[in-house]
């Protein structure tokens, strides 16, 4: 089996791949933060494997992408600890010998090049990343390849939490999106302004980008919140949520 180990800003999921049918089997996460981190490892990550009855000697590669350099050494001792291994950390060096090429190698997230790797190897023409997590990003590649450029705005989660924690009426609600635009109350006000307005933010983007490139893109979207909005219903060619985790697992056996 292959462990990827996926570091975000909110948290930190462990999947494996399963080579010999071909699939993602399991998949769980932790939170980000570090003294709460350390803690989870050693508790949940040995029990989780005792419940789902694997053996961390099963694990023959791991691969691990990281948004949080601060944790790094963190997650590396634990493998090595649990499963006696040190895990393939994605770096700026490791896109050399990738079929997706970044201008800016050192300034492009390891998250990002996991997905558009996944995205430009399995559609191999040009595509467009929607991956919605902490931050909301379009990364573009274009037909060779190459990485065009990036777009980054707060995520959803993050701008509910903004609107909670700058003002002082406001409460942080659930990401649902209403059957109205038109808010009747406060928590429906925010839900449909925040959702709704995000889906135009997307469509508008999506529309921009096509605009200014003159490509016609495959548009695949990814992350944990991806499908919140079922009004974007349409303007995904593919919703697939283990997007980075496969690129992951690429990224890391181009490097082997």
Same mark, same amino acid.
């Given at each position: 089996m292959f462990l990827a180990i996926d570091a975000g800003n909110s948290n930190v999921v462990f999947a494996l791949f399963d080579s010999k049918s071909g699939k993602w089997t399991n998949q769980?996460?932790? =939170?980000? !933060?570090? $003294?709460?981190?350390?803690?989870?490892?050693?508790? !949940?990550? $040995?029990?989780?494997?005792?419940?789902?009855d694997i053996h961390s000697s099963q694990i023959e590669k791991i691969g691990f992408s990281s948004v949080v350099p601060e944790i790094n050494g963190i997650i590396e001792q634990f493998c090595e600890s649990f499963f006696g291994q040190t895990p393939y950390l994605i770096q700026p060096e490791s896109f050399s010998v990738l079929p997706v090429k970044a201008l800016r190698p050192n300034e492009i997230g390891s998250d990002l090049m996991c997905n558009v790797m996944a995205a430009y190897s399995r559609f191999s023409g040009p595509v467009i990343v929607v991956d919605f997590g902490t931050a909301l990003t379009?990364?573009? %590649?274009?037909?060779?390849? =190459?990485? @065009?450029? %990036?777009?980054i705005v707060p995520g959803l989660q993050t701008a509910i939490k903004a609107l909670f924690m700058n003002t002082s009426k406001l409460p942080e609600v659930e990401l649902k999106l209403p059957e109205s635009v038109l808010g !009747?109350?406060?928590?429906? /006000?925010?839900?449909?302004?925040?959702?709704?307005?995000?889906?135009?933010? %997307? !469509?508008? @983007? &999506?529309? /921009?980008?096509?605009?200014?490139?003159? &490509?016609?893109?495959? %548009?695949? /979207?990814?992350?944990?919140?991806?499908?919140?909005?079922?009004? &974007? =219903?349409? /303007?995904?060619?593919?919703v697939d949520r283990n997007l980075t985790l496969e690129g992951l697992r690429l990224i890391t056996e181009a490097n082997s």
């Open positions: 769980f996460r932790l =939170e980000t !933060k570090a $003294p709460k981190l350390i803690s989870q490892l050693s508790k !949940k990550v $040995p029990l989780y494997f005792l419940e789902h379009f990364t573009v %590649v274009g037909s060779t390849g =190459e990485i @065009m450029g %990036v777009n !009747k109350n406060t928590i429906h /006000a925010i839900q449909a302004g925040v959702l709704y307005g995000y889906t135009g933010l %997307v !469509k508008g @983007m &999506l529309d /921009a980008i096509r605009k200014e490139t003159g &490509l016609s893109f495959t %548009v695949v /979207a990814t992350g944990g919140l991806s499908s919140i909005l079922t009004s &974007l =219903e349409g /303007a995904f060619d593919e």
